[in-house]
């Protein structure tokens, strides 16, 4: 197995990051450098870039791309440990609220005991849905479980890098879940690894950061045992699940850089839609 594939693994184990971030964690909070919403190091499960600054980018993504508007109800799946909320505390205000749901309970502790409080408009709820990398104890099925939310409740929904983890079945009742749940005229967006001609070109060069190597019927993983690591999926597949719920994709599509590609907007590929 490639190194970088084990440094990943060894990544998810908290008891692992908690030890090797100690020292850095430990210095920012005997400094003050960590500001009151952002999580110390150890914390972070979600990735390994810079959280703030990812925050950042998307929220510029929400309103640019998603035309998001200050007084919207946006709904954030797999919220993780708040790296989209953080930003849009900022941004969300007369009337605008926020839902956010995830499966890590340490995530979703960390955003009520940090976010709530100053922000009541912002909400976050724990599913004890299972995923053999984020929730391996977890009761529930995401192919069977329903958001919980009325129906055509939300202007925006959004999935940063959830997708990427999820199996296709599980992901295609979460499709049919935002249609549900998105009201008509609304926006979601989505981002993916996006399996095409340009990024299987490139990946068959050795060029990806992530090797797909495990082949599937529409979709492929880096780990054959645990294929949440990392999941991409044929683009034309994932065309045809847009339109099953009656989510009309914006063109262009946004590719990313996962794959080696010179010319991108973000990290992953972004796709936005709107409810007919
Ligand atoms: C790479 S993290 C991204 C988290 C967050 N969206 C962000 O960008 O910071 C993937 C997230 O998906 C969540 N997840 C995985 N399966 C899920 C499911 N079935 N329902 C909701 N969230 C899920 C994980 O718990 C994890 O927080």
Known sequence: ?????????LYYIPGIR????????????????????????????????????????????????????????????GCGIGRMAVPLTRYLKDGGSYEGF?????????????????????????????????????RYKASEYNFPYDKESFDFI??????????????ENYFSQ?????????RCLITFFLLNKESLKLIDAGLSRLDFKHEFNEYRTIDQDTPEYDIAYNEEFIRRRFNSYGLNIVEPIHYGSWCGRRSFLSDQDIIIAIKK
Request: aromatic share 12%.
């Open 102 to 138: 995830d499966i890590v309970t340490d995530g979703i502790n960390w955003c009520r005991k940090k976010i709530t409080p100053n922000y009541p408009h912002f909400h976050f709820q724990l599913s004890d849905i299972y995923n053999k990398l984020f929730n391996p104890k977890g």
């Open 178 to 186: 935002i249609g549900r749940v998105l009201k008509r005229g609304g």
């Open 18 to 77: 908690k030890l090797y971030h100690f020292p850095v964690d430990a210095t920012d909070s005997l400094l003050g450098r960590r500001t009151e919403l952002t999580p110390p190091r150890s914390k972070i499960f979600v990735g390994c870039g810079d959280f703030q600054a990812i925050g950042e980018e998307f929220l510029r993504y929400f309103a640019e791309l998603g035309a998001l508007k200050p007084n919207e109800k946006v709904l954030d799946v």
């Open 158 to 171: 959004f999935l940063i890098s959830v997708f990427t983890h999820m199996l296709p079945q599980d992901m």
């Open 1 to 9: 197995m490639p190194a970088i594939h084990i440094v990943r693994k």
